[in-house]
């Protein structure tokens, strides 16, 4: 493993397990030094106590909430300095269709996946400006690429985040922020451990991705190799998205 995150802060919001503690152990594997801001403490604590208390902090967030986001970057700019890196990670998905989901339940998805992300671009921005630049890298997912039926929601603001994401490239890049976002397919974590089959029917690649899949093109979006790219979408899905795998007859 290389140093490319030596003396850069990192803040993984979503960060106490699955595809975000991933990508929290990737950023300390690569020298840098990590915030994990979670609603689950006993598990970001865990993590961070992993990590070690150099390398990583652990800060509770409640990623709906603007005041939380501000107590967080000041902790983190407490511990390590101002923060170079911020990934939006943090999201939940409700299944339901747009005839039989409650407005409660829609509403919730929108609020973790949509106003969590424009949130933490918001203020953790703010530090993002302090060290002088950096990259900011918005997990969306297939289900902003496509349509997907059984979780409008989720659909619905995992798009909405490519529309931050593309309105907040232009706006930060005076400040010499990129921002992108990124469309993993399946991988097998909490959120879709209940789901059917990990490999999808169109799938190209057929077997399974693996968190690392998804941490690997984090690594690289978060670092200088992709000075070149901003507002754009990288989707990581074993060419689920690539079309129809019958043939045409
Ligand atoms: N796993 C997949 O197949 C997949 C595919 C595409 C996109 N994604 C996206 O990747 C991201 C991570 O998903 P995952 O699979 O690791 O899920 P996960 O459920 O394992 O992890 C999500 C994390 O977000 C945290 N979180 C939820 N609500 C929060 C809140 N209000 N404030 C702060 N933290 C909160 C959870 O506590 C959890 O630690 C999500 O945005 C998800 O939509 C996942």
Redesign the pocket.
């Known amino acids: 493993m290389t140093e490319r995150f030596k003396n850069k802060v990192a803040f993984v919001?979503?960060?106490?397990?699955?595809?975000?503690?991933?990508h929290a152990r990737r950023f300390v594997k690569e020298g840098g030094r990590v915030v994990i801001?979670?609603?689950?403490v006993d598990?970001?604590r865990a993590l961070a106590q992993e990590l070690g208390a150099e390398n990583a902090l652990f800060v509770t967030?409640?990623?709906?909430?603007e005041a939380?986001w501000v107590a967080a970057r000041e902790a983190a700019e407490k511990a390590f300095g101002p923060v170079s890196i911020l990934v939006n990670?943090?999201?939940?998905?409700k299944l339901g269709t747009t005839l039989d989901s409650s407005l409660e339940d829609f509403d919730v998805v929108v609020?973790?996946?949509l106003h969590?992300t424009f949130l933490g671009t918001k203020v953790i921005g703010q530090s993002l400006i302090k060290a002088g630049g950096g990259s900011i890298i918005n997990?969306?997912?297939?289900?902003g690429m496509i349509g997907l039926p059984n979780t409008v929601g989720?659909v619905a603001a995992?798009w909405a985040v490519r529309g931050i994401t593309k309105a907040s490239a232009l706006e930060l890049a005076p400040h010499h922020i990129r921002v992108n976002s990124i469309?993993?397919?399946?991988?097998?974590?909490?959120?879709?451990a209940g789901l059917n089959s990990?490999i999808r029917p169109n799938q190209v690649i057929k077997e399974p991705?693996r968190?690392e899949d998804?941490s690997n093109l984090v690594a690289f979006l978060a670092s200088e190799e992709s000075r070149f790219s901003t507002g754009v979408e990288f989707i990581v899905d074993g060419g689920r998205y690539v079309g129809e795998s019958d043939p045409v007859k």
Do not use: C, F, M
């Open positions: 919001s979503g960060g106490a397990r699955g595809l975000g503690a991933s801001g979670d609603i689950l598990e970001g967030l409640d990623v709906t909430d939380s990670n943090a999201g939940i998905q609020k973790v996946n969590g997990v969306s997912s297939i289900a989720y995992k469309h993993p397919g399946r991988i097998v974590t909490d959120l879709t990990p991705g968190p998804i």
